[in-house]
């Protein structure tokens, strides 16, 4: 099993290019499902996730091309199959996105139920309700969904919870459903939004992405589109904390500084200079050492979940104590031991963590356990003393494209061992 290796205490500099969103582009890449055309993504990551989802949708029917740019032309004119194992939906729960245009365009649909995953039980309970709700007949058993339906009709849905798989499944079901919905509570993150747009350029009709309301009028079909997916906010915000958590100077380019407003407020409160431009952001710690920061993780535009790790790393050495507190996952807490395990000052009460500020970590063997939470653990062996060695870094593969190579583009000591 690769390990990531890491000898701590370098303050990172330089620029670092940000790759396209995983979060974007797995519900796009489903999305092709709903055309009777060829849609041409561009702006793709190179994750594991991504493979999966070309692997899975390539079981479908979909014939899938990645030419030298790194672009995707995903041509489902072939579809004949509407399954999603349990094989395959185990090593990627985003597999549940296939659900909604398998039941919008041809009617039916067999998905394994996704099981839980280390931060928590991930119940898709409010996917299924919608669906029902647009008309679909879902029966659960054995272990998978199984959907089947006429042409769905349009209704008026209000989610128990902010949800963003299950906003982008019903979102698209809706697009090729008979009249009008209208998705209340809907997720109103930057992804949720950039699968709107790409809805949009393939024919469909949507109003209030980005906003707690969406109205999707329904159209007779979908054409194909060439469509870039968004930048990856999550990975901007890791090499950010990167430059911050060992005082660092480092521009994120390539990106959007438009879709981090609580994550920029937070590091400026701890102390960061930050500097914006149309498509990069730069963090300046002028050698200082940063100032502990208290949040709560809540859906966008608050504090994101997937942020939560990499400022816990970051409050383990910041100057006095950090309150985090994570509302959206019930267990996202496994890197809590891991940092302790490096010398961290960490108490967890329910959902909060109590992060005293310590002088310095000191390197140490440690596991990641679920994909940030493996980021925050790399962030924290950049600035422990001596040697950190990470185990299981295919935690990391998943959302970060060549995070070695990209952190030791800036001055880090990083290497990755088999
Ligand atoms: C998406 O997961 C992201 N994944 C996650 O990123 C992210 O952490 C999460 O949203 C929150 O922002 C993708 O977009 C592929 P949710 P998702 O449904 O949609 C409960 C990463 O690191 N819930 O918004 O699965 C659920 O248990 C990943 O890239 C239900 O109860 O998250 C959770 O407590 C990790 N019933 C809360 O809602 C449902 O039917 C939010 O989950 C659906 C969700």
């Given at each position: ?6 000898q701590?205490?370098v ?13 974007a582009?797995l519900?796009?890449l489903?999305?092709s499902?709903?055309?009777?055309e ?25 014939q ?6 790194m672009?995707?032309?995903?041509d489902?004119?072939g579809v004949?199959?509407?399954?999603a ?8 729960r985003a597999?549940?996105?296939v659900?909604?245009?398998l039941?919008a365009?041809?009617g039916?649909?067999e998905?394994s139920l996704?099981g839980?995953?280390a ?19 879902i029966?659960?058993e ?7 339906a006429?042409?769905l009709k349009?209704?008026?849905i ?11 499944n019903i979102?698209?079901a809706?697009?090729?459903a ?11 993150e930057?992804?949720?939004v ?5 809805l ?5 009709q949507i109003e209030?992405?980005?906003?707690n309301t ?5 159209v ?7 469509y870039?997916v968004?930048?990856d906010?999550?990975?901007?915000g890791t090499?950010?904390?990167?430059g911050a ?8 380019r390539?990106?959007?500084s438009?879709?981090l407003d609580?994550v920029?407020?937070?590091l ?8 914006t431009?149309a498509d ?5 710690m ?12 809540a ?13 816990a ?6 100057e006095?104590?950090?309150v ?11 890197h809590?031991?891991e940092?302790v ?9 329910g ?5 005293r500020?310590?002088e310095?970590?000191t390197?140490?063997?440690i596991?990641a356990?679920?994909l940030?939470?493996?980021?925050g653990?790399?962030l924290?062996?950049?600035?422990a003393q001596g040697e ?15 995070i ?5 583009g800036l001055?880090a ?6």
């Amino acid at each position: 099993m690769a390990k990531i290796v890491i000898q701590g205490g370098v303050p990172l500099n330089g620029d670092v290019m940000i790759s396209g969103a995983k979060n974007a582009v797995l519900p796009i890449l489903a999305a092709s499902l709903l055309a009777d055309e060829p849609m041409d993504i561009g702006n793709v990551p190179h994750l594991n996730d991504v493979t999966t989802s070309m692997a899975l949708l390539g079981e479908m029917g979909v014939q899938l091309t990645l030419n030298e740019h790194m672009r995707i032309l995903a041509d489902p004119r072939g579809v004949d199959r509407f399954l999603a194992s349990y094989e395959q939906v185990k090593t990627m729960r985003a597999s549940i996105l296939v659900l909604g245009p398998l039941v919008a365009r041809f009617g039916q649909a067999e998905v394994s139920l996704p099981g839980g995953c280390a931060i928590g039980s991930r119940p898709v309970d409010q996917h299924i309700r919608g669906l029902q709700a647009l008309g679909a007949t879902i029966r659960v058993e054995n272990g998978y969904i199984h959907a089947r339906a006429g042409r769905l009709k349009g209704a008026h849905i209000v989610m128990d919870m902010v949800t963003v798989t299950g906003t982008e499944n019903i979102m698209m079901a809706a697009t090729l459903a008979q009249g009008t919905t209208v998705i209340e509570n809907a997720a109103q993150e930057p992804e949720v939004v950039d699968l709107a747009h790409c809805l949009i350029a393939m024919g469909a009709q949507i109003e209030g992405a980005g906003s707690n309301t969406i109205v999707v009028h329904g159209v007779e079909r979908l054409g194909g589109c060439r469509y870039d997916v968004l930048p990856d906010r999550i990975e901007t915000g890791t090499f950010l904390v990167a430059g911050a958590i060992t005082r660092g100077k480092v521009r994120a380019r390539g990106t959007r500084s438009d879709t981090l407003d609580a994550v920029l407020n937070k590091l400026e409160q701890a102390g960061a200079h930050i500097n914006t431009t149309a498509d990069s952001i730069e963090i300046d710690m002028r050698g200082n050492r940063p100032r502990a920061v208290s949040f709560s993780t809540a859906p966008y535009p608050s504090f994101p979940t997937d942020m939560q790790a990499q400022f816990a790393a970051l409050n383990t050495v910041a100057e006095g104590v950090g309150v985090v507190t994570e509302t959206v996952f019930e267990n996202r807490f496994m890197h809590i031991q891991e940092l302790v395990r490096l010398g961290a000052d960490i108490q967890v009460k329910g959902e909060s963590a109590i992060i005293r500020g310590v002088e310095t970590l000191t390197g140490a063997q440690i596991m990641a356990t679920d994909l940030r939470a493996s980021a925050g653990l790399v962030l924290a062996g950049l600035v422990a003393q001596g040697e950190t060695v990470v185990d299981r870094v295919y935690h990391i593969d998943r959302g970060y494209e060549n995070i070695e190579e990209k952190l030791s583009g800036l001055g880090a000591r990083i290497r990755r061992i088999a």
